[in-house]
């Protein structure tokens, strides 16, 4: 039974597609099974692995509002073990069409719930938002990464989805935990990022990563090339601290296969 992780911050530019691509790539390299799936009108994550959206035939939203059987709508990725799900722009009416349906909040659990027997994860990329369609991605989740940028304003907004998730506890998803926070765009000469470092620390102790996400071209690359970091560079910092994230989910979710770690970092 695979693991659906959600991937939330409604504030936007904070690493989440970022981290849904190649954190997804990183346990695909080391011989997990992992969906994406974009649930972002944006549709980032459906072309940062090459694919031109409005080539897209049937999404997500297909299958949220039409119920289309998500597994004709798995796209494969160039990288092996990686599938995604893809998003488009039409993603930004279906809140709008699910607000007559019954239970709208579990409309997408009820999609995807039959897909955790094929994936070892499930990562869900959310958009900057705490609408119906994030709150169903939630409703749907295990559990919730939550990416915390490293600038001044870095917490603002937190209080507003801490609050959302426990809402989502108590009514719609008791199940769901914090995966963990995770410090991205990193640069350890500022003195701010090193100060947001330690008052997030401060404030949620262990639920925080070990592993943060440094500032680095190659990761910022990657994207406009279709592949994640670890195909692009292996031996950039990006890749490799992703890498390092990969391994650490492993390791707190008791899952050791990870043989070929050493050998994709030395690439």
């Known amino acids: 039974m695979g693991k659906i992780i959600s991937l939330a911050n409604q504030k936007g530019g904070v690493g989440k597609t970022t981290t849904t691509i190649n954190l997804a790539a990183s346990l695909a390299v080391l011989e997990q099974k992992v969906l994406i799936i974009d649930a972002d009108p944006q ?3 459906t072309s940062g692995f090459g694919f031109d959206v409005k080539n897209v035939q049937s999404s997500i ?3 949220i509002v039409d119920e289309i059987d998500p ?3 798995i796209l494969k990725t160039e990288v092996p073990n990686l599938d995604i799900i893809p998003s488009h722009i039409d993603l930004v009416g279906a809140e709008i069409e699910m607000l007559n349906l019954p239970n709208r909040e579990k ?3 009820s999609t995807i719930v039959k ?3 094929i994936y070892d994860f499930i990562f869900i990329d959310c958009s900057p938002s705490l609408g119906l369609i994030t709150v169903n991605a939630l409703t749907a989740a295990d559990s919730v990464i939550i990416p915390v940028q490293c600038e001044y304003f870095a917490l603002e907004g937190l209080g507003k989805l801490l609050n959302t998730i426990k809402i989502i506890q108590n009514r719609l998803n008791p199940a769901l935990e914090i995966e963990g926070f995770l410090l991205t765009m990193f640069d350890s000469r500022l003195n701010l990022s090193n100060q947001v470092y330690e008052e997030v620390k401060h404030h949620f102790q262990d639920m925080v990563f070990e592993t943060v996400i440094q500032r680095n071209v190659k990761l910022s690359e990657a994207p406009s090339y279709g ?3 670890i195909h692009y560079d292996a031996s950039s910092r990006g890749a490799i ?3 390092n994230l990969a391994r650490e989910i492993l390791q707190r979710n008791g899952m050791t296969r990870m043989a070929q770690e050493s050998k994709i970092i030395n690439s």
């Open 43 to 45: 549709a980032n994550a």
């Open 71 to 73: 597994e004709k709508v």
């Open 115 to 117: 897909l955790k027997d």
């Open 241 to 243: 601290n992703h890498m």
């Open 227 to 229: 592949k994640p970091v």
């Open 107 to 109: 409309v997408l659990r």
């Open 61 to 63: 939203y297909e299958c």
